[in-house]
């Protein structure tokens, strides 16, 4: 995982970035894996100077670890 990627305590990963071509070639590149990931959405995200951003963002539970770092899970 990257910056903009996140594992939660029960092992479901989260991937959210600002370009849409990218973030559907990271998805093709998971379902590649085997992993069964949800659907592309938009999502509007809020940044610490008042202004907001657009991300693309997808959510799956892989069937092994991800991450090993303590700080992305």
């Given at each position: 995982?990257?910056?903009?990627?996140?594992?939660?305590?029960?092992?479901?990963?989260?991937?959210?970035?600002?370009?849409?071509?990218?973030?559907?070639?990271?998805?093709?590149?998971?379902?590649?894996?085997?992993?069964?990931?949800?659907?592309?959405?938009?999502?509007?995200?809020?940044?610490?100077?008042?202004?907001?951003?657009?991300?693309?963002?997808?959510?799956?539970?892989?069937?092994e670890?991800?991450?090993?770092?303590?700080?992305?899970?």
């Amino acid at each position: 995982m990257d910056t903009g990627g996140h594992v939660n305590g029960q092992g479901g990963a989260e991937l959210c970035l600002a370009d849409e071509a990218l973030a559907r070639q990271v998805r093709e590149l998971v379902c590649s894996l085997g992993h069964k990931p949800g659907p592309l959405r938009f999502k509007v995200i809020p940044l610490p100077d008042g202004v907001s951003a657009g991300a693309w963002r997808f959510t799956w539970t892989p069937p092994e670890p991800v991450s090993r770092l303590a700080r992305k899970a």
